[in-house]
């Protein structure tokens, strides 16, 4: 199939890499280029496309530049006005893109007509949406996914076709050598607690369950806030984690933070995101996406994933 898929940012860094995910894996089975259009400066200090500054594709034919196209050529309709915007879709919906009509009215249709246009446009919240539709097609044209469920091909996907700059996937396995006993399993915990807050008094608990069941563990400590590291490390000995710049209070950390190093609080996520996926096992906030990146690369079963709240 001849085209581009356009995809285009939303959320914070789990959201729009899902998102990603989907688009890679639609190009793989349809033979479209794929462009991510991440210029909306969520985790940017200058005007641009920073997806590079983070990922780079592997199998799946790109376009850098965001591809022209007459009106009529591009799909959904809202898009032929409004492509080369770029800001994220939660700001051009005042943070109402979630309701149906409005995803009807900007992400095509993976499976409808749409795709089928010479410029396709979408976006995701998260793997739900497609999941189940998309990603076992793949075994149709792209025989390593077959036999492989829908969360097992979105994991071969992250792991084969939208791969870490080499320079951050360095940076990963130096952290991790640092910091990970060589001697003890690691328990990964992610505790968001800013415009979301966690369960604080249920983590503590699961947290001293697994201590008991091995008091050996350790605790990757993951959050967006530092009282709730200072006493996770007070109430774990040995727990550890990441230096990373923090939000003020009831704000997130991953917005957009005004004479800081975005990019750099970018590559910090991501860190964490990745160091979560060598840990043996993974608690983490249901509503929170964050933990579902790493639990896919590390190809985590259920019972070695501890959703709260």
Known sequence: MDGTLVIKASGGMSNRLQAVLLGAGFCLHTGRRLHVDWRDG?????????????????????????????????????????????????????NTHFRPEVVEATSIDLGGPDVDAPVAVGWAPNLDWYIGGLLPRLAEVRPEFAGLDA???????????????????????????????????VCGVHVRHTDLESPLEEFIRVMAAKRAENPRTRFLVCTDNVMVQRTLGRLFPGSFWTE???????????????????????????????????????IHFAPSSFARIPILLAGLPPSRSTAIG
């Open 244 to 282: 990373k710049m923090m939000p003020e209070p009831g704000e997130v950390l991953h917005g957009h933070l005004p004479g800081e190093d975005n990019v750099e609080k970018g590559r910090q996520a991501l860190v964490d995101m990745y160091l979560l996926a060598h840990c043996s096992e993974i």
């Open 42 to 94: 969520l985790y940017a200090d200058s005007p641009g496309n920073v997806f590079h500054e983070f990922f780079r594709l592997r199998g799946v034919e790109e376009v850098e530049t965001l591809p022209k196209a007459a009106p009529e050529d591009i799909a959904p309709e809202y898009w032929r006005e409004n492509l080369a915007r770029p800001e994220a879709i939660e700001y051009l919906f005042d």
């Open 151 to 185: 969360v097992a091909a979105a994991g071969r996907l992250l792991r084969e076709h939208v791969v870490l700059r080499e320079d951050l996937a360095e940076r990963v396995e130096r952290t991790r050598t640092e910091l990970f006993p060589a001697d003890a399993p």
